[in-house]
């Protein structure tokens, strides 16, 4: 039994728990996907299908997303009246923990609420990695094996193993935080992070090349966006009902792929990242045209880190660092005549 | 209409000879290693084994984003269209039969789109017939076929050393005309054995039932399943930028000072600001509905309008949604 | 795929001038802008200044849309830390600010083009010398072409 496979007994057990005493309203966790390397979000309600939920590599989603559309008064006010917010049993890996604390920490979830069912994570698959290593062959089921690499099966019915380090996704690969730091329990054993400097040798190498390189690279980057808006509907940080960048009363961007107003759509969503964004990947595992959405709050998110020592998600009782300031902050960047 | 045949290795010749008249678009690899349409070139070596492109040739005709008129201190001018026309080869028959589903919307019917009108008279489709459909694949469900040649204007079908051109049009028999020193005729032997080669494809996709699915959908309007099967939408937009019938636009003036342009830009149904009104009223105002009223005009509203499913079997909605919603399951689940 | 085609602009009369806009914090940098004026003390024309209560108020979309718009250089300036109207409004901006001209500078924008300073309202001599600087940098830079859309 491989250890995925463990948890996953543990996980339905604890939904089927949960569920039958009651001591939730809601379970959400993973669900087989009809295609392979996916898996779907599932609600369970009742205990009898909890057997629905699984944890697998393919457990990708961050379903702190959902989270806060839970929480909201519904609409109609005859509905709001009787209405009160439920109690949510969520699974969580690493990211997506830090993600709840970031949202707890911006009153968009109740703590008391929620119970995190942590799962200590070893990664999970890149979709589009894993089928573009089987090349023309498409997939037709895939699992994990006992030594925790990807086994697929395609379609003349061979069986191709996928080393594990290969299909991890980006955001897995520079993980520094595979255990969920805050949940009511913790399913699996904790991993190893990556060593800390993973997460800065692509931004460090971006730097490294001259400035009119950057540009074009980045130029390049986005000329391939076409303003599907996925970046931001998956990212769990992104609830503004309202979004800025959509806002007509003033228009701050057009709507169309003018390279200007895509490039303002993704300097904009990213400050907006700034220290709260928990680089969970949803982004980029969104994106239908594979952009690199994380580039640029990669870089800033260890800038927020190098000046005011902040890593977002750690902690419920920090103040995130656009809400605070010090009177001795850095500011060799001042123009000085 | 008389069928021709090419050897594979005369095909750069053959779409050089079309670059002749204006743009062509092969499929080529990109930096991902993943196929698209791109502008012909000798840096981008066609390529013909593949499934489908990522994004759906709908573009060509409706662009992300498309100026509909520039205005200048009071006075409008519409843009010229580029000059020449384009040819498109490599589409797949399921994209080609999604055009014909634009062509409902923005040609047939009461209003014709001029801007659509322009683009679509200059595109040349010549689609390449599927021999290896994917699991996504249900395009024999919904009134197509991997050899369907419906919505194209040359059909080829890949044999082993040659492709097989069956004109489809008008259009794709004068096309076929220009170039006809370079190809050949096809015998009744390499027609059945395309036809063969097709029925072995058609074999190979998973069927999906959706017969009667519009008078059922219209019994299952206020069914609670629709909240069930939409939850775990995040209303991220990649199904409808990616589908190949989907075609809703929003239109915005970009102003700046005194002279400025009418933008059309494609826009999604599942985005929440889809149908907000100026009150604030959302008649649409979660997942549900939004899922919902997807799923009817696609099996639904298009039959009941238009007498045709917008959904042309593609899978790229299912193959590239990021929470890994199936839009068959949907199907099932709501009794369509 | 169509172009966004767009109505030609007419060719420039004269010689290129950067145009730089400056957000003032009302309370002490836009009064320092004023004691210049008031002081005759000269600075180039090339700034188009625009009154903020606090330099917090200001939304980085603001710079953004300002070099979307052909600014060649964007300035904020505010309080000094310490002496801001709404106490803390110039701290909280700080903090912003150096991860924007940052982040504008990792995909390759000159980092000239945004600038951030502060000045008082008795210090119209520093205000002066500042769009000094600013608009020479500007011009060596040259016409900002990145992040410029044309309508």
């Given at each position: 039994m491989t250890a995925s496979h463990e948890i996953e007994t543990r996980l339905r057990e604890t939904a089927e728990g949960f569920l039958g005493a009651k001591k939730v309203d809601l379970f959400l966790g993973y669900e087989k996907a009809s295609l392979p390397f996916r898996t779907t979000p599932v609600f369970v309600t009742?205990?009898?299908?909890?057997?629905?939920?699984?944890?697998?590599?393919?457990?990708?989603?961050?379903?702190?997303?959902?989270?806060?559309?839970?929480?909201?008064?519904?609409?109609?006010?005859?509905?709001?009246?009787?209405?009160?917010?439920?109690?949510?049993?969520?699974?969580?890996?690493?990211?997506?923990?830090?993600?709840?604390?970031?949202?707890?920490?911006?009153?968009?979830?109740?703590?008391?609420?929620?119970?995190?069912?942590?799962?200590?994570?070893?990664?999970?698959?890149?979709?589009?990695?894993?089928?573009?290593?089987?090349?023309?062959?498409?997939?037709?089921?895939?699992?994990?094996?006992?030594?925790?690499?990807?086994?697929?099966?395609?379609?003349?019915?061979?069986e191709v193993t996928l080393r594990r380090e290969q299909v991890l996704a980006d955001a897995c690969l520079e993980c520094r935080s595979p255990t969920p730091a805050i949940r009511d329990l913790l399913l699996g054993s904790p991993g190893e992070p990556r060593e800390a400097d993973a997460a800065r040798r692509q931004p460090a190498d971006f730097e490294s090349q001259p400035l009119d390189s950057r540009w074009a690279r980045f130029q390049q980057m986005i000329s391939k966006c076409i303003r599907c808006n996925a970046c931001r509907q998956a990212c769990p940080m992104c609830y503004c009902r309202d979004c800025l960048l959509d806002q007509t009363r003033p228009r701050w961007i057009g709507a169309g792929t003018d390279l200007s107003d895509v490039a303002i759509y993704h300097l904009v969503r990213a400050f907006h990242m700034a220290g709260r964004c928990t680089e969970c990947g949803a982004c980029v595992r969104a994106c239908p045209m594979g952009i690199d959405v994380r580039l640029l709050v990669r870089r800033l998110n260890l800038e927020v880190e190098d000046l005011y020592g902040y890593r977002p998600g750690e902690a419920i009782d920090a103040t995130p660092p656009l809400s605070a300031f010090a009177m001795d902050d850095p500011q060799e960047f001042l123009t000085e005549p | 209409m008389t069928e021709k045949r090419i050897p594979v290795t005369d095909l750069d010749g053959l779409l050089a000879r079309f670059q002749e008249k204006g743009a062509v678009y092969a499929p080529a690899n990109d930096e991902a290693g993943d196929v698209a349409l791109a502008p012909l070139a000798r840096s981008a070596p066609v390529v013909l084994e593949y499934r489908n492109f990522r994004l759906s040739p709908k573009a060509f005709?409706?662009?992300?984003?498309?100026?509909?008129?520039?205005?200048?201190?009071?006075?409008?001018?519409?843009?010229?269209?580029?000059?020449?026309?384009?040819?498109?080869?490599?589409?797949?028959?399921?994209?080609?039969?999604?055009?014909?589903?634009?062509?409902?919307?923005?040609?047939?019917?009461?209003?014709?789109?001029?801007y659509y009108a322009g683009l679509r008279a200059r595109t040349t489709v010549i689609a390449l017939a599927c021999t290896r459909p994917m699991s996504s694949c249900f395009c024999t469900s919904v009134g197509g076929g991997p050899g369907d040649g419906a919505g194209a204007d040359v059909l080829a079908v890949p044999m082993d050393a040659d492709l097989l051109l069956m004109p489809q049009t008008p259009r794709g028999e004068a096309l076929l005309s220009s170039v006809a020193d370079l190809?050949?005729?096809?015998?009744?032997?390499?027609?059945?054995?395309?036809?063969?080669?097709?029925?072995?494809?058609?074999?190979?996709?998973?069927?999906?039932?959706?017969?009667?699915?519009?008078?059922?959908?219209?019994?299952?309007?206020?069914?609670?399943?629709?909240?069930?099967?939409?939850?775990?939408?995040?209303?991220?937009?990649?199904?409808?930028?990616?589908?190949?019938t989907c075609h809703c636009f929003d239109i915005t003036d970009e102003v700046r000072g005194r002279h400025g342009r009418r933008v059309r830009t494609w826009d999604c149904c599942a985005y929440p600001l889809f149908t907000l009104h100026a009150s604030g009223h959302n008649p649409r105002p979660t997942p549900k509905e939004r899922w919902r009223q997807r799923i009817m005009h696609k099996f639904r509203y298009a039959v009941e309008n238009f007498d045709r499913l917008f959904c042309v079997g593609c899978g790229r909605c299912i193959r590239h949604c990021p929470a890994g919603m199936d839009l068959r399951t949907v199907l099932k689940e709501v009794g369509a | 795929m169509s172009p966004i085609q767009s109505v030609p602009e007419a060719a420039p009369q004269?010689?290129?001038?950067?145009?730089?806009?400056?957000?003032?914090?009302?309370?002490?940098?836009?009064?320092?802008?004023?004691?210049?004026?008031?002081?005759?003390?000269?600075?180039?024309?090339?700034?188009?200044?625009?009154?903020?209560?606090?330099?917090?108020?200001?939304?980085?979309?603001?710079?953004?849309?300002?070099l979307q718009n052909g600014a060649d250089a964007v300035l904020v300036s505010g309080c000094h830390p310490g002496d801001c109207h709404y106490i803390s409004g110039n701290l909280a901006a700080r903090r912003k600010f150096g991860l924007l001209k940052n982040l504008l500078g990792y995909i390759g924008i000159e980092p000239e083009r945004i600038q951030f300073t502060w000045v008082s309202a008795s210090?119209?001599?520093?205000?002066?010398?500042?769009?000094?600087?600013?608009?020479?940098?500007a011009r060596k830079l040259g016409p900002n072409r990145k992040l410029v859309k044309s309508v």
């Open positions: 009742a205990p009898e299908e909890a057997t629905r939920l699984a944890w697998n590599p393919f457990c990708a989603a961050n379903l702190a997303a959902y989270l806060p559309r839970l929480f909201k008064a519904p609409a109609d006010a005859r509905e709001a009246k009787t209405w009160s917010p439920p109690t949510v049993a969520v699974v969580v890996k690493g990211c997506d923990a830090r993600s709840v604390v970031a949202l707890i920490q911006e009153h968009q979830v109740p703590r008391d609420r929620l119970v995190l069912v942590g799962i200590a994570c070893r990664g999970i698959v890149d979709t589009r990695k894993a089928e573009r290593m089987l090349g023309e062959q498409e997939a037709l089921g895939a699992g994990e094996d006992v030594n925790g690499n990807i086994r697929a099966v395609v379609e003349d019915g061979t | 005709v409706l662009p992300q984003n498309q100026t509909l008129l520039c205005f200048k201190d009071g006075r409008a001018e519409e843009p010229g269209l580029p000059a020449g026309q384009t040819v498109l080869f490599g589409v797949r028959p399921c994209d080609a039969r999604a055009m014909l589903a634009l062509d409902k919307v923005f040609l047939d019917g009461d209003l014709h789109d001029p190809l050949h005729d096809a015998g009744p032997s390499a027609v059945k054995e395309a036809q063969e080669r097709i029925h072995a494809a058609e074999e190979q996709v998973a069927p999906v039932k959706v017969e009667d699915c519009a008078p059922r959908l219209r019994a299952a309007y206020n069914s609670p399943l629709w909240e069930a099967v939409s939850r775990r939408c995040l209303g991220c937009g990649t199904c409808s930028f990616l589908c190949p | 004269k010689a290129w001038e950067p145009h730089v806009v400056a957000f003032l914090c009302n309370w002490c940098s836009y009064a320092g802008a004023d004691l210049a004026g008031v002081s005759r003390i000269q600075y180039p024309h090339n700034v188009r200044i625009i009154r903020v209560p606090c330099s917090g108020r200001i939304n980085p979309a603001f710079l953004l849309r300002a210090e119209g001599g520093r205000f002066a010398a500042v769009i000094e600087k600013v608009v020479e940098q």
